[in-house]
């Protein structure tokens, strides 16, 4: 079956980097971007970026601009969000997510199981 | 302060029905299809409604979509305790060129 499997929890200092993975299964990897969405504690869905499996075309949120970076790795079917210079407030459950559809009609589908980054001094 | 305004929460009895409501702009639900999300407590959420009205597979009738305008709308009829979760909308917004979430809503069976 389709699946997302994220790498485990983090717990980061300010100011390192955090790169998690999120390996896909069960479908064609190159025919589906990826997108990336953050879920602070007891708060709602940010999304924060997306890439294109094809071809490592990328769109990040305005917001996180410089400090995120989005990749792909087609021989292990495993998509990264590299996220630098860590702030209290980027504390949160990170998610990755299968773009379904095309042009005016997009949802995601699957999600990955989601891995919570904890940044603390 | 989300591109996408819901109700914070709602609450029904079991066996009934609720709606919960998603408001943008022309920008984003006038010109996007709306999607729907569960997130049950302590998971990843999961698209229940896709295409402003259609179920993806596993997903019961109980659950319908509707959009008018710059406005969609999620229904869940015979409430059960499991229905209860965060649910969000979301869908891409042509003029910021991304996409947007509302900020969730509370569904409470009481």
């Known amino acids: 079956q389709v699946q997302l499997v994220q790498s485990g929890a983090e717990v980061k200092k300010p100011g390192a980097s955090v790169k998690v993975s999120c390996k896909a299964s069960?479908?064609?990897?190159?025919?589906?971007?990826i997108t990336w969405v953050r879920q602070a504690p007891g708060q709602g869905l940010e999304w924060m970026g997306w890439?294109?499996?094809?071809?490592?075309?990328?769109n990040y949120a305005q917001n996180l601009q410089g400090r995120v970076t989005m990749t792909t790795d087609t021989s292990t079917r495993t998509v990264y969000m590299d996220l630098r210079s860590l702030r209290f407030d980027d504390t949160a459950v990170y998610y990755c997510?299968?773009?379904?559809?095309?042009?005016?009609?997009?949802?995601?589908?699957?999600w990955g199981q989601g891995t919570l980054v904890t940044v603390s001094s | 302060q989300s591109v996408l305004t819901q109700p914070p929460s709602v609450s029904a009895a079991p066996g009934q029905k609720v709606t919960i409501s998603c408001s943008g702009s022309s920008s984003n639900i006038g010109k996007n299809y709306v999607s729907w999300y569960q997130q049950l407590p302590g998971t990843a959420p999961k698209v229940v409604i896709y295409d402003n009205n259609k179920r993806p597979s596993g997903i019961p009738d109980r659950f319908s979509g509707s959009k008018s305008g710059t406005s969609a709308t999620l229904g869940i009829t015979g409430l059960q305790t499991g229905d209860e979760a965060d649910y969000y909308c979301?869908?891409?917004?042509?003029?910021?060129?991304?996409?947007?979430f509302g900020g969730g809503t509370k569904l409470t069976v009481l």
């Open positions: 890439i294109s499996v094809y071809n490592g075309n990328t």
């Open positions: 997510a299968r773009v379904e559809g095309s042009s005016s009609s997009n949802w995601l589908d699957p």
């Open positions: 069960g479908y064609i990897f190159t025919n589906y971007g």
């Open positions: 979301g869908t891409w917004d042509s003029s910021l060129s991304v996409w947007v």
